[in-house]
């Protein structure tokens, strides 16, 4: 089930983002979601705007994302071109525990379900997720820059 979190779910959202940066460690991707809380500020503050998704079964929260509804600011520029310019929400910031497979297409298919075009991105040392993304046929459609000015390849799917 996905459902709105509550900030009585985020000590748990932010647990489930430490698992998610420490099964990143070990995938050898080091430079995404740094250990400074960046991703688990942008968690608190996504409760706080009601953008923030938990996914859980009867053993309790094993997921987290984003789904931003509208225009994002970052993807306001690429190295590259999206492929529409229809409204569309952005998948940001999705982690698992670990204990369930296929949390990513779960979250696209919940998305989808929402709004019929969706946009993410990720870091390109990140190889799973990367492999992920293009295995539920998002397309590949550039380079946009994060905040910070670090780069992300970003995936576009309608």
């Not at 009601?50 to 600011?73: K, Q, S, T």
């Not at 870091?123 to 799973?128: G, R, W, Y």
Request: hydrophobic fraction near 40%.
């Amino acid at each position: 089930m996905i459902r709105v979190a509550t900030m009585e779910d985020l000590a748990r959202a932010h647990e489930v983002i430490g698992i998610g940066r420490a099964t990143m460690r070990a995938a050898g991707n080091t430079v995404q979601w740094s250990p400074t809380g960046q991703a688990e500020a942008g968690i608190t503050e996504d409760i706080s705007l009601g953008r923030c998704y938990v996914m859980e079964d009867e053993r309790g929260i094993y997921g987290v994302f984003a789904l931003v509804l509208g225009d994002d600011p970052t993807y306001a520029y690429i190295e590259g071109a999206w492929k529409d310019s229809s409204p569309y929400g952005t998948i940001h910031r999705i982690a698992s525990d670990g204990s369930h497979r296929g949390v990513l297409a779960e979250c696209v298919r919940w998305s989808m379900a929402q709004i019929p075009h969706l946009r993410i991105d990720t870091h390109e040392s990140n190889l799973a997720m990367r492999g992920a993304i293009e295995k539920l046929g998002f397309a590949y459609c550039g380079t946009i820059y994060i905040a910070d000015g670090t780069p992300r390849r970003a995936y576009e799917l309608i």
